[in-house]
Structures are given as structure tokens and as C-alpha cells.
């Protein structure tokens, strides 16, 4: 077992990893490789991390369980980049694979964080993400005019004129 593999997934988990991929990249969006993966997690927009278990080299990918654990991103591991790459609907084997919106598959990652024992990242109807934003907005707006209101007095210094030399 390679060292960045923290646990060994149950086949089913795998399997349903796999079709999950296939069904967020049909009906949501995936990002596909460990660059993209690692991006995905760090911006807060990944729902689901699965890895290859037969990386080479091993510093790949031995970043990302540490950074899903941080991220609170559920994620596990497949036996081959092979068959992570097909699932992932390209023809090149690929690494890691993240799910940003899950489409029709967000039944099945729950299901895999429940069996994985890991926190499942909600994806936030855009609606109420908006809602947010304008509350947000809304609570700033108070401060604001505070600082409108007591605006800073620059006092002008007057410059010392330079002599010319003649």
C-alpha cells in the first residue's frame, strides 16, 4: 500500500466513487487531475476527492488527503487511474479526480461520506447563496456609512520652496 493511501476503500465505496464521477460529469462538473483537483479543494468548490491508488511517483497526489481533511472534503481511493480516467469520460488515465456540482449524483456521495465516516459538503442552492451575499452586504452597509460619516480631515503641509541657483 502506497503511503498516501490513509485507508483502504471498500470495493462497493469504490464502485460507487466511480459511477458517481460518471454521473457528475453527465449532469454536474468534475475536475479532472491532480492540479485541478487540488484547486477545486482549496477554493471550497470540491464535494467529493477520489484518487488513484497506483500513483507515480507517490508526491503527486500525497498532498491532497491532508488538504480534503482540512477542507472537510470527503474522499477516497480507486485501484487504477485507468478506470478513474474513463470514469471520468477522458481517455487518458488521470490521477485525482474532485466533484464541484454533483448533478443527479449527490444520493451517492452522501452515501460514500456516510460510509466513509467523513463530513459531506453541501452544494448551497445558487438562490440561497445570493441571499447570503446580500445579507452580507446588508450588515457591511452600517460600518460603511460610520466611516462616511467621520471622514478623515488631511491637513495640507505647506512645501518649502526650492531656491534655483543661478
Do not use: W
Given at each position: ?5 490513509k485507508f483502504e476503500t471498500p470495493k ?42 497506483d500513483v507515480e511517483p507517490e508526491e ?61 459538503k453541501e452544494a448551497a442552492p445558487k ?40
Amino acid at each position: 500500500m502506497k503511503s498516501y493511501v490513509k485507508f483502504e476503500t471498500p470495493k462497493d465505496v469504490a464502485a460507487k466513487a466511480l459511477e458517481a464521477i460518471t454521473m457528475a460529469n453527465d449532469t454536474g462538473k468534475v475536475r479532472k487531475g491532480t492540479n485541478e483537483a487540488t484547486k477545486s479543494i482549496e477554493s471550497g468548490n470540491a464535494t467529493l476527492l477520489v484518487m488513484a491508488e497506483d500513483v507515480e511517483p507517490e508526491e503527486i497526489v500525497m498532498h491532497l488527503p491532508t488538504l480534503c481533511v482540512e477542507k472537510g472534503v470527503p474522499y477516497c481511493y480507486v485501484a487504477t487511474k485507468k478506470e478513474l480516467g474513463a470514469a471520468a469520460g477522458i481517455p487518458v488515465p488521470t490521477a485525482a479526480v474532485a466533484v464541484e456540482k454533483q448533478g443527479s449524483a449527490g444520493e451517492i456521495i452522501r452515501s460514500i461520506a456516510d460510509k466513509l465516516k467523513q463530513p459531506a459538503k453541501e452544494a448551497a442552492p445558487k438562490h440561497e447563496a445570493k441571499e447570503h451575499k446580500a445579507e452580507q452586504h446588508e450588515a457591511a452597509k452600517p460600518a460603511a456609512a460610520e466611516q462616511k460619516a467621520k471622514p478623515e480631515k488631511k491637513v495640507a503641509k505647506p512645501r518649502a520652496k526650492k531656491e534655483k541657483k543661478e
